[in-house]
């Protein structure tokens, strides 16, 4: 069957979906994002879509430090609320019970299953928005979501987003060990 | 329960999985990769990052331009392939059935549900690798796997990473509308 060209857009099933974190004026303020992505192993590295007009934008170029939160399925409401209304009309500082780490202003979510303190590194421009860089200095889990020393996605048990439909899914089954099942495939 | 302090490093759940495409001599090559994510609507940017010894990176220098190919959970091995063996030591140019678009040099992948042709737009350095950032051109998906005008994320029946168990996984159940099940949450 040939390809189709259909209409352009951010067609990358699925993404993420996490709720960053910044201080603003000394205020801590929550958005929700799709656009996230890891970029680098050695330090860890994490990159962010981001709009400049956002009151969390603003607070990540004032302090230089963001935070990366996980939600689970079950905060799927507080989450979508989180990413409906912005922190320029409503103080959204008591949405969840906020704590800081090692960096002192990026505010990280308790309710979130896992969280990344992350230290801003550099913006890189591109009209009209950006891509925020940020190096994960530190990482925070509950006991109840690890197995073992590592996070457990199906305890996590992560909010997923998919932009087409516009519409959050969850984690499905799973198929199979990376780095092994094609051992041999050729 | 107090958060608890883990081994830091790239924790985002999940992860897309998706084949990097680029011609490097002529040749198409693929590289399996994870970490990748949207950055921006209007253009559509993807972001990748990529250690600078691959393959597929020197392609992506060399011609400026590149493919970000969506498998499904039912290409899960030759995926994982293309993530085991190198282009510099073998030629994955067979491996799958090759299409291109209207940027002629990015090497598209037929089996793929859906792929987006990317024109190169800049490479943000740091140690010890980067992160390579892409203009979304094009965007080409099969019939089979669309909705309407829309790819359906269940008809994609994307293949997904979780990096801390180092396994594939598939999509799960919808759960609700985003911009939507928060309203009024507060």
């Known amino acids: 069957m040939p390809k189709k060209e259909i209409k352009s857009g951010c067609h990358l099933y699925p993404m993420p979906v996490v709720i960053v ?6 205020r801590a303020n929550f958005m929700t994002a799709a656009f996230c992505g890891m970029m680098n192993i050695k330090p860890p590295v994490v990159a962010l879509g981001l709009e400049l007009h956002h009151f969390t934008t603003a607070g990540i170029l004032e302090n230089g430090t963001f935070s990366v939160n996980l939600p689970s399925t ?3 409401k507080v989450t979508d609320f989180c990413g409906l209304v ?3 009309k409503v103080d959204k500082s008591g949405l969840f019970r906020v704590f800081y780490g090692k960096l002192d202003t990026a505010p990280m979510i308790e309710e979130c299953p896992l969280t990344m303190e992350c230290r801003f590194m550099q913006k890189v421009d591109f009209a009209p928005d950006g891509a925020f860089l940020g190096e994960v200095t530190a990482v925070y889990c509950d006991d109840e979501f690890m197995d073992g020393k590592l996070p457990d996605i199906a305890k996590l048990d992560p909010l997923i987003f998919s932009m087409s439909d516009n519409s959050y899914w969850s984690i499905g089954k799973k198929l199979g060990k990376a780095w092994s099942v094609g051992k041999g495939y050729q």
Chains 1, 2 share one sequence.
């Open 21 to 26: 974190g910044a201080n603003k004026g000394g």
């Open 74 to 76: 079950a905060m799927m």
């Open 86 to 88: 912005s922190g320029h």
